[in-house]
């Protein structure tokens, strides 16, 4: 397995950066592209590591990426044209990178489940195709996020959702509206999806947001998985690598990598599969 860091573009606050990590060996190999969370406001591409890592050593690249953070400053919708650049990049240099650049998939982490599955679910943002959606306990609506939050703890102009947008739902309600991937769903975006969330999450409120979103993705005829975890709250996919044993991250591990290996498989094969 190698390990570099590479530049996929910039934004106005710089390079646009990803960490990318790629099997041992020659070959075109299939791509999962990791948008970590932060809340909008902080983290880092490096949190998905121990991903990266675990990925590389089942023969497929991962590339975990970076965007604008919220940090005194709105940054919608340049967080979720950061994660659509990240996309067109990889696709369009695939090989020079050594990657299938048709086949890709998304995993997004909370805050970056909500920027990635806008991303794909959007018309605001041209992308390739990308062959399957992963959400880990994300952000999907954003209006009930804010009602969740403000409702039990956040002070007046510390809301996280209003700092990446920049305003409240009654300043701008159709705001909102565009930047909730659940409000952008359509019969003509359908892929496949697996949502991941933990029953006990306080962070993200997991029947206003993961529940409600699948619901929505099955009614739109978009092939669905869900993988509920009931004692899991937030956080702890990024916290807690794959191969940590007893973790809420290893118990999900086999699941998400059958996953990902049968949607980014060689079209040939899924044909046959499909043919059988």
Known sequence: MTFKTISIGT???????????VPSGEGAWPLVVGVSGGGWVQGHRSSL??????????????????????????????????????LCHFATNGDKLGIAADRIAVVGVSAGAHLSALAILSD????????????????????????ADVWRNAAPGHDKTEAMLGCTPFDDPLLFHRASP?????????????????????????????????????????????????????????????????????RVAPDLLRFVQRQLAPAAEQASRTSQ
């Open 11 to 21: 934004n106005d606050n710089g390079p646009l950066l990803a960490n990318l990590h």
């Open 49 to 86: 590591s121990a991903w990266g890592d675990w990925f590389a050593n089942h023969g497929i690249a991962f590339a975990s990426v970076d965007y604008r953070r919220a940090q005194g400053r709105a940054v919608f919708p340049g967080n979720a044209e950061d994660v659509a650049t990240a």
């Open 124 to 147: 605001q943002f041209a992308l390739p195709p990308v062959r399957a959606f992963v959400g880990v306990y994300g952000v999907y609506d954003l209006m009930a996020h804010w009602q």
């Open 182 to 250: 659940l409000r952008q769903i359509t019969y003509d975006k359908a892929l496949p999806a697996l949502l991941i969330w933990g029953q006990a999450d306080r962070e993200v409120m997991p029947d206003a947001q993961s529940a409600a979103f699948a619901r929505a993705l099955v009614q739109a005829r978009f092939p669905v998985r869900t993988l509920e975890l009931p004692d899991a709250g937030h956080l702890w996919f990024s916290e807690e690598g794959p191969e940590s044993g007893g973790s809420h991250s290893a």
